[in-house]
């Protein structure tokens, strides 16, 4: 019988590191009532390097723990909060970099991480569906057809995977 990695304190853990990485990127700005306000920056390498690190964070914490779903050694419930949080998490960043106004030789670079940030985000949101077939039946009390569904999922949310790194690697080069 295969021991279980993911434990529920494993994921108290890192549920809460992602909750303090939130909680820290709001120490350096605020979340503003209206959308007229601008985030003011003056080292916008700096700050794009910023989100990147959290965003990297962020992603390398979901790819482990859909990878744990998808072994069975947490359960549905438990992938779908880290996904929810990390959800939020990411729509924060999308915000941090819209509300920022770079200089022109900048706005190519946050404008296509904003879009590598909305596919990322997709692809938290097609996680949580497969992780919602899981949650009706396990891979092996599946059907032919349910199996097929699964495996088309998996693909998409491989392919959102692949298109949000390509634009961060756009992003990297659109750097001036």
């Known amino acids: 019988?295969?021991?279980?990695?993911?434990?529920?304190?494993?994921?108290?853990?890192?549920v809460a590191i992602l909750a303090a990485i939130t909680l820290a990127s709001f120490t350096f700005w605020f979340l503003p009532q209206g959308n007229n306000q601008v985030l003011v920056v003056t080292d916008f390498e700096a700050a794009l390097d910023e989100t990147r690190n959290i965003h990297q964070t962020i992603k390398t914490s979901v790819e482990e723990k859909f990878?744990?779903?998808l072994d069975g050694n947490i359960t549905p419930s438990e992938f779908r909060q880290v996904a929810e949080v990390s959800s939020s998490q990411t729509r924060d960043l999308i915000v941090r970099l819209l509300q920022t106004t770079p200089p022109e030789e900048w706005q190519k670079s946050y404008q296509t991480y904003v879009e590598s940030l909305r596919t990322f985000n997709s692809y938290l949101r097609e996680t949580v569906v497969a992780t919602s077939l899981l949650e009706e039946k396990s891979v092996e009390n599946m059907t032919e057809d349910e199996k097929a569904e699964l495996d088309k999922l998996l693909e998409k949310i491989e392919n959102l995977k692949e298109q949000s790194e390509s634009l961060e690697m756009q992003s990297t080069e659109a750097r001036p």
């Open 1 to 14: 019988m295969a021991q279980k990695r993911g434990t529920k304190k494993g994921i108290i853990i890192t």
């Open 67 to 69: 990878q744990d779903l």
